[in-house]
């Protein structure tokens, strides 16, 4: 972008880069400093500094690497003031400025500052409402406002939080790497939620795809670091086949596009065959495995008429027994109205929403007026579709639905 740009533009400009490179500075210097507040500080003035120069100076050509050197420099300043020793003050001069890190050849380390922050936010000796407030904010970059609403807590008591777990991690000696032997399988669940949590940031309607990148990437070094453990595979699979759709997810106009209705020859084919033979390799049937295998289900069908539903139906019934929660048995309803009819979805619908916990879940409507449709009930479904669009905040997931309304209502 040339010097002069519009404000607008430059601010879109700062924001896209800081997706992709806050997180990466804030894990490289929390390695470097062992500061947490330090490195988030520094971060967001490095942003803060782009906004201010680029509009003059126009967007670097490696605009992540521009923000680590700033960044970096502003620690390194910070560092001095405060007379830290000599070490750390040699150890961050030696970073490097480029955003730009390839991934490791075969035999290489494959542990990189974010997989050791991952593991660093999910230990044991944090609560686990901490470990993911602590995730979203320090590996997602998520604002602590936007935390707070999700946690519903007020932004003062996340923000308290917040610093409360940066205080834990330091005053209990937590070492910033990928533990080994019976600690790293302690807190592997942990971390593959956390990636998961990330890559459905990066995926959902209003995502930034990013995240979902930077999932997909960090499951593969986790798989390369943990070659024997089905459960990373089976991760690192679903992630690939879901991540596989995302040039068909929209239309030219940038509507949503249901998965029944894309084009299929757009999906990423050699990231669906990456994913089989990630799949290929798992041996046990955890929550992970499941939902793999029903990812599977939909990546290799031609069409959606070709879709085995028993099959994506007897997985969810084994994924309901592991993992019951609401959305799986909202999810279950779906494919057994898929393969046995829409009568016997509605009845599985009805019985996910005892005890109230799809209540005010947008999704759940939806699903109700697309079984509801398949029985012939035109009106009320349209009805139902417009019920849905009212209670999403996403303009994209409201669109969707309100066009689908108004063809049954046509």
């Not at 000796?125 to 904010?137: D, F, I, N, P, Y």
């Not at 949590?197 to 593969?220: I, K, M, Q, S």
């Not at 459960?231 to 596989?244: G, I, R």
């Not at 929209?250 to 084009?263: E, I, P, S, Y």
Request: net charge neutral; glycine share 6%; aromatic share 4%.
């Amino acid at each position: 972008m040339r010097p002069g740009a519009p404000a607008g533009a430059v601010a879109e400009a700062v924001a896209a880069a800081g997706v992709e490179a806050y997180p990466r500075i804030v894990a490289t210097l929390i390695r470097v400093t062992g500061d947490w507040a330090l490195a988030e500080d520094c971060a967001q003035e490095a942003l803060t500094v782009a906004l201010e120069r680029w509009p003059a100076d126009g967007v670097p050509a490696n605009p992540g690497g521009w923000l680590m050197t700033v960044a970096r420099n502003r620690a390194l300043d910070v560092l001095r003031r405060a007379t830290v020793e000599r070490r750390k003050l040699h150890d961050l001069a030696l970073l490097t400025p480029s955003d730009a890190q390839p991934e490791p050849e075969v035999g290489e380390d494959v542990v990189d500052d974010r997989l050791r922050l991952i593991f660093t936010c999910c230990h044991p000796a944090l609560a686990m409402e901490a470990r993911v407030a602590l995730t979203l904010r320090t590996v997602c970059g998520v604002p602590t406002a936007d935390i707070a609403r999700l946690l519903l807590v007020t932004e003062s008591t996340m923000t308290r939080r917040l610093t409360r777990a940066r205080t834990r991690i330091a005053q209990a000696g937590i070492p910033y790497r990928v533990p080994a032997g019976p600690a790293l399988t302690e807190r592997l669940p942990g971390v593959l939620g956390v990636l998961y949590l990330l890559f459905t940031r990066g995926y959902v309607a209003n995502a930034e795809p990013a995240f979902a990148d930077e999932a997909v990437r960090l499951a593969r070094l986790l798989d390369r670091l943990m070659p024997g453990q089905s459960e990373v595979a089976a991760l690192l699979a679903l992630c690939l086949f879901q991540h596989s759709r995302r040039d068909a997810r929209r239309d030219a106009a940038g509507n949503l596009v249901t998965l029944q209705r894309q084009d299929r020859s757009l999906w990423d084919h050699a990231a669906v065959a990456e994913g089989l033979e990630a799949l290929h390799r798992v041996r046990h049937d955890g929550p992970y495995a499941w939902q793999a295998r029903i990812a599977a289900c939909h990546a290799t069908s031609a069409s959606a008429d070709d879709t085995d539903w028993p099959t994506i139906a007897r997985a969810y019934d084994a994924l309901a027994d592991i993992r019951p929660s609401p959305v799986i048995a909202l999810n279950r309803a779906v494919a057994h109205g898929y393969a046995y009819g829409p009568a016997v979805g509605l009845v599985l619908l009805d019985a996910a929403r005892v005890g109230g916990g799809l209540d005010g879940y947008p999704l759940a409507v939806a699903v109700e007026a697309d079984l509801v449709a398949r029985q012939g009930d035109r009106r009320r479904a349209a009805g139902l579709f417009r019920e849905a669009a009212a209670m999403v905040g996403s303009a994209a997931e409201r669109r969707a639905l309100l066009d689908r309304a108004d063809e049954l209502a046509a």
